[in-house]
Every structure is written in structure tokens, then in C-alpha cells.
């Protein structure tokens, strides 16, 4: 069987999580002994280095073309070819031409509960592209039981298209090592509470800055708070919210973090802070609980489904009760741990490999139930 892939997001260089889970699908899918008796196309726009070797059945094919409606036109152009037996979108845009057996990964359907935190056409962009892809593709995958539960009550997609794969996590082999991060301008930090993913308003920094505040102003406790990645919709409002409080200079942006810079922050940190307004999965929870950091996230959405009983939850506009939590897990020696072991043995639950091979099972239409 030929299996194309919409591969273009596994080969950007700045990857968060669609990107992540694109390349880790791709990574873990070539070491499945099974895929041997089938050829792959992995198709991008400009190619590039995965860091790892395919073996030979896996073809990178290039479509030259910009990138505005790539996929909705030149990978059309491609499926008119008929090249492929099956078509994998890896982020639910279903170009307009597809291979009659296509499957489509929908990560989540935030904009329906946060249009506001997206820019207006956009938002009515994903709107469209996901009906599409929902109403015209084979099978569905979704990464949570929370974004399977959004398309069938949004959307009325049939429960039995639907199939939920959860992602991975994989524990670095990054040392842990003290952070002299170039992109923290050669300092040295200790006793810092960290957030990595995007500087966006639909991830609620400006109430884990809110929530920082009172931490500070309640507890005198030394600690900073470190905001890594990079900029996103509403950081005009972000830096503005930095900018006008008492504390601004315990807070420190780094912009996007390579892994290795991200690996140190998530070894040294005292804990991690992701009180998002809805996430389709939130895989920084499982990147936090791999590498030994207690974790405080919201109680809505997916977070629950990922972050199992290892991590504390809060209502993400609770401000107060984010400090308070912050500074339990800071000060309670016995909570903290319970945290962290708890952690540790809620990821045993998540494996790349996992996820790879129960794609590859809907993608060549195996019972799955």
C-alpha cells in the first residue's frame, strides 16, 4: 500500500506541538517493523533534515510551491495523480482533492469556545477547514476523548469515525545541567517557576502573570518566573501586562527555545505552570511530569485526560488559588514528591510508539475496537 503524508510540519526547525507530533509520528512510524511491506511519500514543500534516517521505504517528495493554499492546491494537484492508496493529514486542512481514503488528525476545536484569542478571519478559517475535513474524511483521529466529545456535540461527526490516539513523551537524554541559555543572555538561574509554549492569549499568560503577582506579593518568595517560546496572537497585550507590574523584573522571556535549552529549563525548574484557557492535548504537562517537575494546570478540557493524578488543577481565572497552589508545591516537601512520583507513573500511559502504531492501524482500515 502507498501512504501519503502531509509532512511539511515535521520539517519546520521551531516545532510546538502540532509540529512535534507530526515529526514524532513520522520518527516512530519508520521503526515499526510492520511498515516494511508499504511505501510511504512524505510530502513537503521544501524538504529538509529530520535528524534521523528513513529506511527505504519512505520517500520525501517535494511540491514546489508558496506557501499560501499549498495544501489545498498543490497537494490537490498531487492527489489528482492517484499516487497514493490512503492520505494522512497530520492538522486537520483537507485539501479540497483528496485520495478517497483519507484519515485527518484533529487536535482540538479552541477557537469554538475562545474566538476571541484568534485572529477573526482565521478563526473562521479553522471553522471551515475542520467541518471539511470532518464531513469528507474516511476516519478521524483526535488526541484526547475531550476533542472527540467537541466534534461529535459541535459538529454531529458520528462517534464511530472517530478513533483517539493519544500523544507520546520521551525522557531526554539531555544531562540535567545548570542554564547558562544563550537565550537568557549567559545568566545563571535557580528557583524559578517555568511555562514553556506559545506567548498567546488563548494560553492564559496574562493570568499566570496575574497569578505570579500575588504569589509575590503574598509569599516574598524569591523565585522568577520564566515565559519560553515565542510570540503569538495578543502579545501586545502580554508585554504590556509585563511591562506594568511591580515585579517585571522577575519575570524573563526567552523567546523559542531550541531542545536542548528547553531540556535544561525543564531540569532545573521548581515547578510548571500551565493554567491554559483549553487545550486540545497540552503536551508540556507530559514534557514537565517526564523530567521530574511538579505541574499545575486548569481543570477544563484535555488537561485532566493528560495530566492524570499528577498535577494539581485550577480554574484558570482562580488567580488566588494558582498562588496558593504554586506555593504549596513549592514549600510541602511531601506534596511536591507525591506530585512528581505521581508524574512519573501517569506517563507510563503515553508512548510515540503507541501513538505510531495505531495510526498506522487506521490508516490501513484495521478493526481497531
Not at 506594568?244 to 524573563?252: A, D, P, Q, S, V
Not at 507513573?345 to 484495521?366: G, M, P, Q
Request: aromatic letters at 12%.
Amino acid at each position: 500500500m502507498i501512504i501519503g503524508i502531509h509532512s511539511i510540519a515535521a520539517f519546520k526547525k521551531q516545532k510546538t506541538g502540532v509540529e512535534e507530533y507530526a515529526f514524532q509520528l513520522i520518527k516512530h512510524l519508520a521503526m515499526l517493523p510492520e511498515v516494511r511491506e508499504h511505501h510511504f511519500l512524505l510530502y513537503t514543500d521544501k524538504g529538509g533534515d529530520l535528524g534521523f534516517d528513513l529506511p527505504e521505504n519512505f520517500e520525501i517528495r517535494i511540491l514546489k510551491w508558496s506557501a499560501f493554499a499549498w495544501t489545498q492546491a498543490r497537494l490537490s494537484l498531487e492527489m489528482l495523480k492517484k499516487e497514493c492508496d490512503v492520505l494522512f493529514i497530520p492538522a486537520h486542512v483537507l485539501p479540497i482533492v483528496h485520495s478517497r481514503n483519507s484519515v485527518v488528525a484533529i487536535h482540538g476545536l479552541e477557537y469554538e469556545y475562545f474566538p476571541e484569542h484568534y485572529p477573526f478571519w482565521f478563526s473562521k478559517y479553522l471553522r471551515w477547514s475542520t467541518k471539511y475535513a470532518a464531513r469528507n474524511a474516511r476516519k478521524i483521529t483526535t488526541v484526547s476523548n475531550n476533542t472527540k466529545k467537541d466534534l461529535v456535540e459541535l459538529y454531529g461527526v458520528s462517534e464511530k469515525k472517530i478513533k483517539v490516539i493519544h500523544h507520546g513523551v520521551e525522557k531526554s537524554e539531555i544531562p540535567p545541567a545548570k542554564i547558562f541559555a544563550k537565550n537568557l543572555g549567559g545568566q545563571e538561574f535557580k528557583n524559578y517557576i517555568l511555562y514553556i509554549g506559545r506567548i498567546e492569549l488563548k494560553k492564559n499568560i496574562v493570568g499566570i502573570i496575574k497569578a505570579f503577582e500575588i504569589f509575590k506579593e503574598k509569599y516574598k518568595l524569591p523565585h522568577k518566573l520564566i515565559l519560553a517560546g515565542s510570540p503569538g496572537f495578543g502579545y501586545e497585550k502580554i508585554k504590556y501586562q509585563i511591562l506594568h507590574t511591580k515585579y517585571k523584573n522577575t519575570i524573563i522571556e526567552t523567546g523559542y527555545v531550541d531542545n536542548e535549552e528547553k531540556e535544561r529549563l525543564y531540569n532545573n525548574a521548581s515547578l510548571f505552570l500551565f493554567p491554559s484557557f483549553y487545550e486540545g492535548f497540552g503536551m508540556p504537562i507530559l514534557e514537565a511530569q517526564a523530567r521530574g517537575v511538579p505541574v499545575i494546570s486548569s481543570n477544563i478540557s484535555s488537561m485532566p485526560e493528560v495530566g492524570g493524578q499528577g498535577a494539581l488543577y485550577v480554574d484558570p481565572n482562580g488567580y488566588n488559588d494558582i498562588a496558593d497552589k504554586m506555593y504549596a508545591l513549592l514549600t510541602d516537601e511531601n506534596l511536591r514528591n507525591d506530585m512528581i512520583n505521581k508524574g512519573y507513573e501517569n506517563i507510563k500511559k503515553f508512548s510515540w510508539e503507541k501513538c505510531a502504531r495505531e495510526t498506522l492501524n487506521v490508516l490501513l482500515d484495521r478493526v481497531l475496537e
